[in-house]
């Protein structure tokens, strides 16, 4: 990579001979960077040549913040390298291969997720939108790592430049110089909640405030479940929690038989699907030619159309082994039930998709659990997979797309985390979004974590997760768990961690709603991917409630009291003799941390006929004080020994029972 300060240098030499003409260092020359204030709240930043010769690449002079209004614009052309016509538009590439080939790519940790194929998301489908840096940002992602990244996605990057410049396919290139972006940052102080944006029904829609500790979303939804008519910020429509792919999309796509393969035609893809510019990973052989013997018909596309990585939550189902080869592709078949039906199409069974090919997890994996999964999908164990995991509560990471094979579902394919909640977590009984999920203090998890994976046999991409925080080769991936309704703290009490290279593991920790677990793997960027699969238990410290309280019910055949007067210093002025009045006063005050007044202690009592009014003030007494002071001073075996006492007591103070009169009793309520 070479540095805007070598241009300098080389002008500068360049102007002290006279000699005015490009030098090759000016041709490739990368990332010249701009800058300038139009206002007191706004920055805006210029790349001019980003580099195309790099996968990735980090921009920490560019820096965002929480709440920051980002706006990026980008436009120009790349010399792509080989033979013919090679230059293609940054932002909108044409011709062979550019379905998934030839386009710049941005990310921002907590804003834009991560893509296809170990990269960040196509740069087309986030211009002129406005982005906000979410205000809640968990632990594991630090201010300084809100920086800018770009990319650029191709298959050999060692030809890449901006020098030699042509028109282009279908002139694309056209009267167009070298690739540029502008990131415009304008300061809001303003919460950022609410809805990403969106204006197709394939756009992915997420909550700003709904991220997981990876920055991935949690649970979006398209475009098409949200009801146009409503305000933006309206959350999904029931009545619109499906949505159409094969309507929507599946007019951009065609079979080609002489070139044997799919031809996306991108113009209609934005017109009427998304705005997004999902990047596509298809079986280019020729065993998918439609007919008896094709495996990966086009139901509209012969393979994926991949989003971004993203984290569901719901109920797992146990679907299928899809067989070994050559017959099938060894993939690991589960659905899982999405809150409010998030991310679903037409063609999902009311849930999403999760696949895994066993080649690449489970039959690396170490866990008794997960090597009897794979034992009994091999051996056709389906109803033994569903008793242990149909309906439990499970948390999934992975590449979000539609799969084209099975008619335009959705799924997450390659799942790169699963966690399984085997007991301690109940299962989910309604579908509210954000519905409490647990009800135990220790959680049995089972799981696995690992950055690669494959789109299955009707795709051709190997996907790469880069992770968080990456320094010496390495990088922290986490799994996110509900954190549970009034824990106050969590412990691992038991852990057993199986890893295909040295892991290093993190604690649990609480961010929000979510207990976060970290582990540190190998950064599959460098060419090799890692993996880590085991059991832990967590230990969550719930205090117990307050006893459940309900109204005090005196006898009116016992002090004259009606039902519904049930305060302590109403009881004391119903007494008229001062002399009970003043030894009941007394046995009161006498009970620590206890004085008469009123209160809104509540209990369900049911009274005798000479000591429920001392019972009832016996209890109360306890409860009050119990409840005034943490540290009660009578255990329980001694607080038996005083309520016999005060019951003793009170009741030799009571007025004699008086036989009702029949005239004056009150009808029964």
């Known amino acids: 990579m070479r540095h805007a300060g070598f241009a300098a240098i080389g002008a500068a030499v360049c102007l002290a001979l006279s000699v005015l003409v490009p030098t090759a260092a000016d041709a490739d020359t990368f990332d010249r960077i701009t800058v300038n204030h139009p206002n007191a709240t706004t920055t805006v930043f210029r790349i001019d040549r980003p580099n195309p010769t790099r996968q990735t690449s980090n921009y920490p002079s560019i820096l965002f913040h929480r709440g920051d209004q980002i706006v990026i614009d980008a436009g120009g052309c790349v010399q792509t390298g080989g033979y013919g016509l090679t230059w293609k538009s940054y932002t909108d590439p044409q011709g062979g291969s550019a379905d998934y080939l030839y386009s710049g790519t941005v990310y921002i940790r907590g804003v834009i997720p991560f893509g296809a194929d170990g990269g960040y998301q196509r740069i087309g489908g986030v211009l002129e939108k406005t ?200 993939d690991m078949n589960f659905w899982l039930v999405i809150p409010g039906f998030g991310a679903l199409t037409r063609e999902d069974p009311m849930a999403v998709g999760i696949e895994v090919r066993s080649g690449e997890t489970l039959d690396n994996y170490a866990d008794p659990f997960w090597k009897n999964l794979r034992a009994n999908a091999e051996g056709g164990g389906d109803m033994t997979i569903a008793s242990q995991i149909d309906r439990k509560f499970a948390v999934v990471s992975g590449l979000l797309g539609i799969d084209g094979v ?115 793997l190998p950064d599959p960027t460098n060419g090799s991917g890692a993996s880590v699969d085991g059991e832990f238990i967590l230990h969550y410290t719930i205090p117990k409630p307050p006893p459940q309280r309900s109204a005090v019910v005196y006898p009116t055949t016992a002090i004259g009291r009606s039902d519904e007067d049930a305060d302590m210093q109403s009881v004391l002025a119903k007494m008229t003799d001062p002399v009970q009045k003043a030894r009941l006063l007394q046995l009161m005050k006498a009970t620590p941390g206890f004085t008469p007044r009123p209160h809104p202690d509540a209990i369900s009592t049911n009274f005798g006929d000479d000591g429920g009014a001392a019972e009832a003030v016996a209890t109360v007494t306890k409860d009050k004080a119990r409840s005034l002071t943490r540290d009660h001073p009578y255990a329980d075996a001694d607080y038996d020994k005083w309520k016999a006492n005060f019951v003793a007591q009170v009741v030799k103070i009571m007025p004699p029972k008086k036989a009702p009169d029949a005239q004056k009793v009150s009808p029964a309520r």
């Open 131 to 330: 982005l906000r840096v979410p205000t809640d940002l968990p632990p594991s992602i630090k201010d300084s790592d809100l920086s800018l990244h770009l990319g650029y996605q191709d298959d050999n990057y060692s030809d890449n430049s901006y020098d030699g410049h042509d028109n282009g396919d279908n002139d694309q290139c056209l009267n167009v110089g070298a690739a540029w972006v502008v990131i415009s940052i304008t300061t809001d102080t303003a919460p950022a909640t609410g809805w990403t944006p969106r204006s197709k029904p394939f756009d992915l829609s997420w909550r700003m405030e709904d991220i997981d500790a990876n920055g991935l979303p949690v649970n979006p939804f398209w475009g098409a479940q949200f009801d146009p008519h409503k305000p933006f910020g309206s959350d999904p429509d029931p009545a619109h929690f499906v949505a159409d792919f094969q309507g929507s999309c599946g007019p951009a796509f065609s079979w080609s038989y002489g070139n044997h393969g799919m031809v996306e035609d991108l113009t209609a893809l934005n017109a009427d699907c998304t705005t997004q510019a999902p990047t596509s990973d298809f079986d280019h052989s020729s065993s998918v030619e439609p007919g008896p013997l094709s495996y990966c018909h086009p139901e509209p596309l012969s393979g994926h159309l991949d989003w971004a990585y993203a984290t569901l939550t719901g109920r797992v189902v146990w679907d299928q082994y899809s067989g070994n080869q050559p017959f099938g592709d060894t």
């Open 406 to 520: 099975h008619g335009g579902a959705t799924e997450i394919h390659p799942a790169t985390t699963m966690a399984i909640c085997l007991s301690g977590c109940t299962e989910l009984s309604g579908e509210k979004q954000g519905e409490e999920i647990v009800d135990g203090a220790d959680q049995h998890w089972v799981f696995f974590v690992q950055n690669y994976g494959a789109g299955g046999e009707c795709s051709s991409s190997e996907h790469f997760w880069p992770g968080l925080n990456s320094h010496d080769g390495k990088a922290w991936y986490f799994l996110s768990l509900p954190w549970p309704p009034g824990a106050t703290g969590v412990k691992m009490s038991a852990q057993q961690l199986n890893a295909s290279e040295t892991v290093k593991s993190s604690k649990p920790k609480q961010w929000g709603k979510w207990d976060m677990l970290g582990f540190e």
